[in-house]
């Protein structure tokens, strides 16, 4: 073996045990460009390190997108914010900064069914994982049925241990399916738990004065609600359902369509109730 080759083959072992594959790939055609452009060592070995950190964030950002369970395709880029409340974009300009991590502080937010809430909470999920924020998404029930588990295997400690490393627990659709008083107090176990120590997000169709029929009782209705709203922003998304909007929207302009075909003598009386009701 060549000394240039018994050179590169230490190297190559070396960046592989400090794990820096990126270096690996790449610091020979750097090598070369540094020559080509008589760059310093410190240039080249700037650009390296800068190569290496920044895969290793893209990386870093991919594998949290995936253990957060967020929708993939829930994101701001695929949310009209001018369909909110002016208030509601103002709110979120301020949120998806961060900066309410920090403070460990809740959002709580509101809406008739479609009003976007869930798509809101996982574009703003996205956009904190982007950061290096760590985010969790899940849908009620489903954390509900998880808790339960845990707790009958005398694991709901561990349970919310594991949950207490995200900086973001995204709940969906609380109060969306009714629950047994063993679903609600795991549920009020998890809000008491994070108060204070973890940022909450939920989305929820009921009101406040109607979460009795989550918790159940007065007391602890009071109590999660407590929680939850001491440290919090409230978004109410008080709009139209977007799919029924964009089922309307949509009506018109098939019916005018259809108004044109010869074959159609009466488009608007039989078209337009059909495609409403097959997309909401
Ligand atoms: P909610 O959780 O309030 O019931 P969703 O967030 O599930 O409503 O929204 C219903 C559907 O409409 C989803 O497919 C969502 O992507 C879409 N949607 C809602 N609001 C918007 C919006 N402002 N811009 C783009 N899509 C939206
Ligand atoms: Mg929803």
Excluded at 185 to 205: D, M, W
Excluded at 222 to 243: G, P, Q, W
Aim: glycine share 4%; hydrophobic share 40%; proline share 4%.
């Amino acid at each position: 073996m060549s000394v240039t080759a018994a050179l590169r083959a230490e190297m190559v072992a070396l960046l592989k045990e400090l794990k820096m594959p990126t270096v690996r790939e790449c610091y020979e055609d750097e090598a070369n460009r540094a020559r080509a452009e008589t760059l310093s060592y410190e240039r080249y070995l700037l650009e390296l390190a800068r190569r290496e950190a920044e895969t290793r964030r893209v990386n870093r950002i991919e594998r949290m997108l995936r253990q957060s369970r967020l929708p993939p395709d829930k994101t701001l880029a695929t949310f009209d914010l001018d369909r909110l409340p002016l208030r509601v974009q103002q709110q979120i300009a301020i949120l998806r900064e961060g900066a309410f991590l920090d403070n460990r502080e809740n959002i709580l937010a509101f809406g008739n069914p479609g009003s976007g809430k869930t798509h809101l909470l996982a574009a703003l999920g996205n956009e904190l994982i982007q950061q290096g924020r760590r985010v969790l998404f899940c849908h009620c029930a489903l954390l509900v049925q998880d808790l339960l588990l845990a707790k009958e295997e005398l694991k709901l400690p561990r349970m919310l241990k594991r949950l207490e490393r995200f900086e973001a627990l995204i709940i969906d659709d609380i109060g969306y399916v009714e629950q047994s008083r063993d679903e609600m107090e795991v549920l009020f176990t998890l809000l008491a738990q994070r108060y204070e120590r973890g940022s909450v997000l939920l989305t929820s169709n009921l009101p406040f004065s109607q979460w009795e029929r989550i918790f159940k009782d007065p007391m602890t209705t009071a109590a999660a609600i407590d929680r939850l709203v001491h440290h919090s922003v409230i978004l109410e998304l008080n709009v139209d359902s977007y799919r029924i909007q964009h089922a309307k929207s949509k009506t018109p302009r098939r019916a005018a369509g259809a108004v044109r075909t010869s074959k159609n003598p009466e488009p608007k009386k039989r078209q337009a109730p059909k495609k409403t009701q097959n997309e909401t």
